[in-house]
C-alpha cells in the first residue's frame, strides 16, 4: 500500500472516530438534560436557571461560525426554553409571603393551678400531705411552749436516719410513747419503758434513738432550773426576736446558720446529743425561730406577721 493510501485511510478511520464520538455526546447530552431539567414536564420558579440556559445557547450560537444556521435539537430547546420563561420576573415565594413570627421558647407549666395557695418550691404535687400541712401548719411559726420545743427538736433529731415525711407520719406515735413530749415524764423514763419504745415497730427506732431522747429530756430538766423555761433559754439566742428572712430561691436557703452553730456548740456542752449545726437549724426553722419561708410563698408574710408581734414566751 503506497503513503498516500495509508494517510488517506488513516484520515478516514480519524474522521469516523470524531463523528461517532459526536454521537455518543450529543445523545449523552440530551439523555443528562431531560433528566436535569426536562422540557414539559416541570417548570423551574427561578427565571435565573432560565435565563442562564437561553443565555448559553445564544452564546453557543453566536460563537458558531454557522450562526444563521441551528441544529433542530438547538431550536427545539430554544422554542421550549422561550415558552417557558416567564414574561416578568417574579419575586421569590418567601418575599411575596408574610414574614415568619420568630418562634418563642415554650413556656414552664404553672406551678400552682389557678386559684391554689403558691408555696416554696420544694412542696410539689407528689409531696405527702403530712408535710404539706407541717409547711402550712408549722415550719416557721414561732413556737414558745418548752413541750413543743421539745418536740420539734426531737424530730429534728431523726433527720439524721429520715427525711420530714417519714418523721411526721410518726408524730402521733412519737407523742403517745414519749408522753406529748413533757420533758419531766420523759427524762424519768426507765430502761423497760425504754425497751419497750425501741420495739416499737410502727417507729422502727433503735435503742441509742430513744435514749438520746431521754437524755435529751434531762437535760431539759436542767435549763429550766437555771433559765426558769426551755423557751426562755432557747429564744435567748436569737434575742426573744424570730430571724426574718427574704430568700427568693431554694438555693439560697442554707443548712445551717452562724446562730445554730452558737446554739449547737452550747447544747452539746451541757450534754445533749444528736445536735450538730445543721439539726439545730432545722430546728430553729420548723420552731419559727428563723423564717426561711420564700419571699413568693404564702406563708412567709403570715409568718412574718406572727414574729412581728411582742414576745409571747411561756
Known amino acids: 500500500m503506497s503513503k498516500t493510501n495509508v494517510r488517506r485511510h488513516a484520515l478516514e478511520k480519524c474522521r469516523s472516530v470524531k463523528e461517532t464520538q459526536k454521537v455518543l455526546n450529543h445523545n449523552f447530552f440530551t439523555r443528562n438534560l431531560k433528566k436535569v431539567y426536562p422540557i414539559g414536564l416541570q417548570k423551574s420558579t427561578s427565571s435565573l ?32 426554553l422561550r415558552l417557558i420563561s416567564p414574561r416578568e420576573r417574579r419575586e421569590p415565594t418567601i418575599a411575596t409571603s408574610k414574614p415568619l413570627q ?15 395557695l403558691k408555696r416554696c418550691n420544694w412542696i410539689t404535687k407528689s409531696s405527702d400531705k403530712a408535710y404539706i400541712e ?54 424519768k423514763m426507765e430502761e423497760k419503758e425504754i425497751m419497750e419504745t425501741a420495739s416499737n415497730k410502727a417507729l422502727s427506732l433503735a435503742d441509742s434513738r430513744v435514749m438520746c431522747v431521754v437524755d435529751n429530756a434531762k437535760c431539759i430538766m436542767k435549763i429550766v432550773k437555771e ?17 426574718i428572712n427574704r430568700y427568693r430561691y431554694p438555693r439560697n436557703v442554707p443548712l445551717r446558720s452562724p446562730k445554730a452553730e452558737a446554739l449547737s456548740k452550747d447544747l452539746v456542752k451541757r450534754g445533749f446529743r444528736f445536735v450538730g449545726p445543721v439539726i439545730v437549724h432545722s430546728f430553729m426553722q420548723a420552731a419559727g425561730l428563723t423564717i426561711d419561708h420564700l419571699v413568693d410563698c404564702y406563708r412567709h ?13 411561756i
Open 49 to 80: 436557571s432560565l435565563s442562564s440556559i437561553s443565555l448559553s445557547l445564544s452564546q453557543n450560537s453566536n460563537d458558531s461560525s454557522q450562526a444563521d444556521s441551528l441544529t433542530p435539537l438547538d431550536e427545539k430547546i430554544s422554542l421550549a
Open 102 to 116: 420568630q418562634q418563642q421558647p415554650p413556656s414552664p407549666p404553672p406551678t400552682t393551678e389557678p386559684g391554689e
Open 134 to 187: 407541717f409547711h402550712d401548719e408549722c415550719w416557721g411559726v414561732p413556737a414558745y411552749d418548752d413541750n413543743k420545743l421539745f418536740e420539734l427538736l426531737a424530730l429534728s433529731g431523726l433527720l439524721m436516719d429520715y427525711n420530714w415525711t417519714e418523721i411526721l407520719k410518726r408524730k402521733e406515735t412519737l407523742r403517745e410513747v414519749f408522753a406529748g413530749f413533757d420533758a419531766n415524764t420523759v427524762a
Open 227 to 243: 433559765c426558769g423555761s426551755f423557751s426562755s433559754y432557747i429564744w435567748g439566742y436569737v434575742n426573744h426576736k424570730p430571724i
Open 301 to 313: 408574710s403570715e409568718c412574718v406577721s406572727l414574729a412581728e408581734r411582742p414576745w409571747r414566751h
